[in-house]
């Protein structure tokens, strides 16, 4: 059974950083893109970075230069740093997989870490 | 990269066909066959519903279909059920990034 299991999340104040984590079961992770997708309390799902099999990254204009997306493939896990934490970053965060050669979907989803930014 | 266009909000009777619209660019959803949708309800997981415009995963309820023309997506639910009410999003391929998601759609079922 695919299973992703987040963890990392917590308060913080802004401009400080904090390292999400993401430890994925159930499939054999270096075969496999990742995401990680945010949803800001009362609004959308917002796709936040993803990864290749090959270490490939890619970000949106909102966290470009401030989170940095990684995988440590022996460990079967993804992780996500962000620094220079605003207000706005404060979401929960899901790690999602996307299947073999499909970068542009996720078919497997985490429950979220919470992360709050705030004084 | 603008995040693409769905309704707030759609309502429908149970039994009831309801369809959202999902309005993107000719560089996106225009441009290639990379449209998906998930539901979402709230607190838990989002759930894919389709993809690649059209088709369904294992285990998603044929009641689900998917669409595309031009530079607008639709996700059709046929005979409307009460565990389908939840948030929408669609999302799609970009010439400059992965994935971009819609605002989400919030279906109520009457």
């Known amino acids: 059974e695919v299973q992703l299991v987040e963890s990392g999340g917590g308060l913080v104040q802004p401009g400080g950083s904090l390292r999400l984590s993401c430890a994925a079961s159930g499939f054999t992770f270096s075969n496999y893109d990742m995401h990680w997708v945010r949803q800001v309390p009362g609004k959308g799902l917002e796709w936040v970075s993803a990864i290749g099999t090959t270490g490939d990254t890619y970000y949106p204009g909102s966290v470009k230069g401030r989170f940095t997306i990684s995988r440590e493939d022996p460990k079967n896990s993804l992780y996500l740093q962000m620094n220079s934490l605003r207000a706005g970053d404060t979401a929960v965060y899901y790690c999602?997989?996307?299947?073999?050669?499909?970068?542009?979907?996720?078919?497997?989803w985490g429950q979220g870490t919470l992360v709050t930014v705030s004084s | 990269q603008s995040a693409l266009t769905q309704p707030a909000s759609v309502s429908g009777s149970p039994g009831q066909s309801i369809t959202i619209s999902c309005t993107g660019t000719?560089?996106?959803?225009?441009?290639?066959?990379?449209v998906s949708w998930y539901q979402h309800h709230p607190g838990k997981a989002p759930k894919l519903m389709i993809y690649?415009?059209?088709n369904r995963p294992s285990g998603v309820s044929n009641r689900f279909s998917g669409s595309k023309s031009g530079n607008t997506a639709s996700l059709t639910i046929s005979g409307l059920q009460a565990e389908d009410e939840a948030d929408y999003y669609c999302t799609s391929y970009t010439s400059s990034s992965p994935v971009v998601f819609g605002g989400g759609t919030k279906l109520t079922v009457l």
């Open positions: 000719s560089s996106d959803v225009g441009a290639y066959d990379y």
């Open positions: 690649e415009v059209s």
């Open positions: 999602a997989r996307a299947p073999k050669y499909s970068i542009h979907y996720c078919d497997f």
